[in-house]
């Protein structure tokens, strides 16, 4: 069963608009952690935000922050103000525990986010 | 200085060659993993290793081996590369608290 789900392909944003990229996560583990990847054309994969399940309140970085709703199993990632170098692919991940073990540290297959001038 | 480095940037080869792949890095961290990334996949575990002497298997290691040099450089090998490891490969550390993967630039590498 995948673990991550991205729903959205692609996506397509105004400049200077909000976005939401949506991420669902399945585990049966009470401790584990959030994160979002951002991946631009040039390949290179760049670390965004991080949430931890107990976390009280939704990780902010920036532009970026994590909608969690831990009950829907769910950690949106909104990017505010779009700039036209958001345009990347978006990965959301997940590490199962308190500690990451290698294999329980994985991927969703990933978004692609396009912003319009 | 990129803090993780990975060689070759882009590799073309032919099947049944021998292909390694290198990884440094200079942040400091104990763990590092190899990565293959396909379109549409994501990226899927290749093998991790937490200290020097300590190797692990991912998801899809076969038809791959790694050498962990120093707690600096991590390697992955192709023994006879063939078509369908044409992917593009990426090396990250991290420390163990927070465990953040911090990423290389990638290798792309083409098996004909």
């Known amino acids: 069963a995948q673990k991550i789900t991205q729903t959205q392909p692609g996506m397509f944003v105004q400049e200077k608009e909000a976005v939401t990229l949506d991420c669902t996560y399945d585990t049966s583990d009470p401790s584990y952690g959030l994160f979002w990847y951002k991946q631009p054309s040039s390949g290179e994969m760049i670390f965004l935000i991080y949430?931890?399940?107990?976390?009280?309140q939704n990780a902010t970085e920036g532009r970026y922050s994590l909608n969690f709703q831990k009950a829907r199993k769910s950690a949106n990632l909104v990017i505010s103000a779009s700039q036209l170098g958001d345009s990347a692919m978006y990965f959301c991940a997940m590490r199962e525990g308190l500690d990451n073990y290698g294999q329980n540290f994985v991927f969703g297959p990933g978004t692609r986010l396009s912003v319009l001038p | 200085d990129a803090d993780v480095t990975q060689t070759p940037r882009n590799r073309i080869t032919k099947t049944g060659k021998r292909i390694m792949l290198e990884c440094s890095q200079t942040?400091?961290?104990?763990?590092m993993y190899w990565y293959r990334q396909d379109p549409g996949l994501g990226l899927r575990l290749i093998y991790y290793s937490f200290d020097v002497k300590d190797i692990n298997k991912g998801e899809i290691s076969d038809g791959y081996s790694v050498s962990r040099q120093a707690q600096a450089k991590f390697s992955l090998s192709l023994e006879s590369a063939i078509p369908n490891q044409t992917a593009l490969y990426f090396c990250a550390t991290s420390d163990v608290l927070p465990d953040t993967q911090y990423f290389g630039p990638g290798t792309r590498l083409t098996v004909l």
């Open positions: 942040k400091g961290h104990d763990r």
């Open positions: 949430q931890g399940s107990y976390d009280q």
